[in-house]
């Protein structure tokens, strides 16, 4: 008997009878015998965790059936139920208890009881039972159920005739017939759902016929038995093609449907039977009112997953296409990953006709978000726009004009990450478009003073250096760097300022403290009120929080040097660039001049203790070097500020853009395989083909039940010749050992199933044979294994399933316990070997942007540094090497990694099937002085928010850097 045929036994939580002191079985005879409707209760409850527990309480068999069966208590009933289903029916030759006749005319009795829940529970409890012999006396009773007044108990009588001719057809042949005649006249909504079930896997002409008489009546039904109709609907139509014509309206009809659940199931049901434009534009519509009407936000990532599918099928994405700006308010949903999956589908739907709409509708987003500040995710909302916005200008550039006001408008915010995807959209704008280029320049000339982050400060004084060529807008730019900075020199400025406040405020306070007035309280009593008082209430603030900076100045007073190295190499590519567009030797040392004294000044202010945190040594270096480059003003050093730099970042936009491009190319070239055939294809016939080998053909429903069981993976892997079983195979034992045990492991996303090959190796017949399981990590096992008997020389299989709550390594121990016939020693055991679960069945590569890539770096808090120890020679090798052991994805770009210099450093990134991150950078070099046969030596440091994975990843990269050497 298979796993899917044996019994589903029933889970009870409580203490284990291990736990508790121990009771003897005439204790429980006496409970139930003399005891009163408590304990009766409680012994019995006792007597089924005792039975589920392996015990053997043979003897108290006619004294549950004699002292419990005729109790008319409901309790005492229910509990009856799940003793009669874990109690064994049949004695050791296989032939049915002689008892279990007195249980048979019980619940014959039970079946005709008055109250509708004793009959109603008592037909779900005879779904369970395999034994024909205690059914056939039943089957009147069943049959005269189904005219009951109650539906509960109806319905529970229609699933009962269901198990029981799935199981026993001979029992009762002419099910189908009746239960047809019994649809065509019941009114209760779940009782024609349980029944048109049953016709549809029992006797789907039936079924059929019952459709065919009401099929324009079908939005009145209840949504249990629509989503019936649409599943029969769609298993017709998958096996018999000629069918959809018939049926089609019907799921259009569905629709229309007042459940969610029957709309969705309807339009994939649809898309799936029909490619015409009409189907998938009726599709695509009730997905989208799914998304927008739907609350729950798993369901619009579901649907949208939904529409990815149909937007990457190529004979659907044309009607898609047309749904862009309606698949758009999904954006309405304050969940960031709907509305991040919302504008990606989106971003590849849109077209030239549609992408003016598009850009206005994301600049009237935009302003939206402008005005909810305050919320979470805003601004990654605000983050997520840009980058759309910014991608639609790659995609058609004639878009540029319309984007460049509104994001313009981003830089004076507060939000560094809408600021710094600005910034990028702006620099690669300045370096592409020519016609663009002046306005770009002079509308950042006109915010410079406005800005008020780090980051964008530093984007927008690099932007500016490299890019303003022109007399004028050189002028501009030093003016408005002089304006943002303050009066020179700035440590002259501040100490002055700083004194000025200290004599103020000492001439101010005798005569404050003097300006005393006195105020009469409602109690008749004065009060003593100082002016000085007064005006710091009314100021709120005192004299140095009161001193506003200009932002340059009050950036380098906070301490934040960092701007200091682009604040030097601007103005040196601005001062160069002066003296080779100016040809007056006058004005040239003037703007020289000017450029040198700011940077004195910002590198005395460094060194003068003011600011909070003192400028560091990288700082100073660069700011000396521009000093000396500005006096020295040699040719070779000129060009590489006035050029080489802006070729640097021609040769990063054009790594970038053959990356996307390459992208494209490769989803191009999968559409045109699918849609076009090349003059010596095979031509495929459908009425030759095997039903796997086509798309359109099929089973979506037993798809959904294959991945939802874990052996849809199976089949994938029964069909590639090249994977094998075996590699997933552990043995547990020794070949010498009494019994020896091998397990196939198969993971299947969150929970792991053990299938465990138990074979006895002995000539005696080994009861109560258990494999007993325990887990280390975060592994749960949640499916005891069942005890069995082996004959002598015998073997079974024995199933187990863990779940899996994170991505951690995880270990699987245990032992084999068993009895002897015959043999008075103690229970034998065989100890097992343990299965080791990796890591990498759950990792799977990833990508992200640098931007994400640095903030995840900052926030994740624990990390695992390991060193670098492998006989590999060449750095790429290594790194090759790693991405195979880790299933991570490099995100540093391959022309990075060209060249031979020695050292190599690269980013890494997966993530897990349970959505955590895994962050990895690779920091290797070949030492100069070991000569080129050195091996690589080095550090990799990996990041995670959770200990487990951190730790693992390095376990693993530990293991095979030791396999490799081996």
């Keep these: 008997m298979t796993s899917a045929e044996s019994i589903c036994y029933t889970l009870i939580n409580g203490p284990s009878v291990t736990d508790s002191e121990p009771i003897n079985e005439s204790k429980l005879k006496h409970d139930i015998e003399h005891g009163d409707v408590c304990k009766k209760t409680e012994a019995l409850k006792r007597v089924i965790r005792m039975t589920l527990d392996g015990e053997k309480l043979q003897g108290l068999l006619m004294t549950i059936i004699k002292y419990l069966l005729p109790s008319d208590d409901h309790k005492i009933k229910k509990l009856l139920l799940i003793f009669w289903e874990i109690w064994p029916k049949t004695d050791s030759d296989g032939q049915l208890l002689k008892e279990m006749i007195l249980v048979c005319d019980a619940y014959r009795k039970d079946l005709q009881h008055p109250n509708e829940f004793i009959r109603g529970s008592t037909l779900r409890f005879l779904c ?21 007044r109650h539906s509960y108990v109806r319905r529970n009588a229609v699933l009962a005739i269901y198990t029981i001719y799935k199981k026993f057809d001979n029992l009762i042949p002419d099910a189908p017939e009746l239960i047809h005649e019994y649809l065509e006249g019941e009114k209760d909504a779940s009782c024609k759902r349980n029944a048109f079930m049953m016709l549809i896997h029992a006797d789907q002409d039936r079924a059929l016929d019952y459709l065919s008489t009401c099929i324009d009546q079908v939005n009145s039904f209840n949504d249990i038995l629509q989503l019936v109709i649409v599943e029969l609907v769609y298993k017709v139509c998958y096996a018999n093609p000629n069918e959809r014509a018939r049926f089609i309206r019907c799921i259009y009809n569905l629709l229309q449907s007042s459940s969610q ?56 994405e044309k009607v898609l296409q047309e749904s862009t700006m309606d698949i758009l308010r999904a954006l309405s949903s304050p969940d960031i990953e709907v509305r991040r999956k919302t504008l990606d589908l989106a971003l590849d739907l849109v077209t030239s006709r549609n992408v003016e709409d598009l850009v206005k509708f994301l600049e009237k987003e935009i302003n939206k978000s402008s005005n909810a500040q305050g919320h979470d995710n805003t601004a990654q909302y605000r983050q997520l726009l840009v980058k759309t916005m910014h991608s639609c200008t790659v995609k058609f550039p004639e878009v540029v004009s319309h984007v460049i006001p ?3 408008n981003f830089l004076g915010d507060n939000e560094e990450l809408a600021a710094s995807d600005v910034l990028v959209f702006v620099r690669e704008a300045v370096h592409k478009y020519d016609e663009h280029k002046p306005a770009l320049l002079d509308k950042l000339l006109e915010i410079f003073h406005t800005i008020k982050t780090i980051k964008t400060m530093r984007g927008v004084l690099w932007i500016l250096g490299e890019y303003c060529d022109e007399t004028e807008r050189i002028l501009r730019f030093i003016t408005a760097v002089k304006k943002s900075i303050g009066e020179l020199p700035i440590v002259e400025k501040e100490l002055k300022l700083a004194a000025g406040e200290a004599d103020d405020e000492e001439k101010k306070d005798e005569p404050e403290k003097k300006k005393e007035s006195k105020r009469v309280t409602e109690m008749g009593t004065y009060v003593t009120q100082s002016a000085f008082t007064t005006d710091s209430g009314k100021n709120g603030k005192t004299g140095s929080q009161e001193t506003k900076r200009p932002p340059l100045r009050q950036f380098f007073m906070d301490g934040d040097f960092s701007l200091a190295g682009a604040l030097s190499t601007s103005l040196t590519k601005q001062a160069l660039r002066f003296l080779s567009v100016c040809s007056i030797g006058q004005r040239q040392n003037w703007f020289v001049a000017e450029c040198m004294q700011i940077l004195t000044s ?28 500005l006096s020295d003003r040699n040719e070779i050093v000129n060009d590489i500020f006035t050029s080489k730099c802006r070729d640097s970042l021609t040769t990063l936009l054009d790594a970038r853009l053959a990356e996307d491009r390459k992208k494209r190319s490769a989803a191009e070239k999968h559409k045109s395989v699918l849609t076009s055939a090349q003059p010596d294809d095979p031509i495929r016939f459908n009425q030759l083909m095997a039903k796997v080998e086509a798309g359109s053909l099929e089973d979506q429903f037993e798809l959904s039940l294959s991945a939802a069981v874990g052996t849809l993976n199976q089949k994938k892997d029964a069909k590639d010749p090249s994977s094998t079983k075996l590699d997933k195979v552990y043995q547990l034992t020794g070949f010498s050992d009494p019994v020896y045990s091998e397990t196939y492991v198969h993971i299947n996303q969150y929970d792991i199933v053990l299938d465990v090959l138990v074979v006895n190796q002995t000539s005696d017949t080994l009861q109560n044979c258990t494999v007993e399981l325990a887990t280390l990590g975060d592994l749960k096992l949640v499916e005891k294994p069942s005890p069995i008997t082996l004959a002598p020389h015998d073997f079974a299989n024995i199933r187990a399933s863990v779940k899996v709550a994170s991505t951690e390594n995880g270990i699987i121990f245990g032992n084999i316990v068993y009895d002897i016939i015959g043999a008075g020693n103690d229970r034998n055991c065989v100890v097992l070997n343990d299965i080791h679960i990796d890591i990498m069945d759950y990792i799977q590569p990833a990508s992200c942007t640098d931007e994400e890539f640095r903030r995840m770096w900052a926030e994740f808090e624990w990390e695992n540094k390991v060193s670098v120890n492998t006989s590999i020679t060449n750095l790429n090798d290594f790194l090759q090497h790693i991405l195979q052991s880790t299933n991570m994805k490099c995100l540093t770009n391959e022309k990075a990694l060209g060249g031979d210099c020695g050292f190599l450093a690269a980013n890494l990134f997966a993530k897990s099937i349970f959505g955590e991150s895994a962050l990895a950078n690779l920091s290797i070099e070949k030492p100069a002085n070991l000569g080129p046969e050195s091996v690589v030596a080095g550090h990799i440091r990996i990041r995670a928010k959770s200990q487990g994975m951190a730790l693992s990843l390095g376990d693993k990269i530990n293991f095979s850097q030791k396999k490799l050497k081996k």
């Design 602 to 629: 910002v590198y005395n202010l460094g060194k003068s203790g003011l600011p909070k945190t003192a400028i560091s040594d990288d700082e100073l270096d660069r700011i000396t070097v521009c000093i000396k480059v």
């Design 261 to 316: 659940a029957v709309r969705y199931e309807a339009a994939g049901t649809l898309v799936t039977l029909s490619s015409a434009p009409t189907a998938v534009r009726a599709a695509a519509q009730c997905y989208v009112d799914l998304i927008v009407k739907e609350a729950d936000n798993n369901v619009k990532l579901i649907v949208l997953d939904r529409l990815i599918d149909l937007k990457d099928h190529p004979l659907h």
């Design 128 to 148: 369970k039972l395999r034994q024909p012999e205690l059914l056939e006396p039943l089957m009147p009773a069943i049959r005269a159920c189904l005219d009951h």
């Design 406 to 408: 509104v994001l313009m």
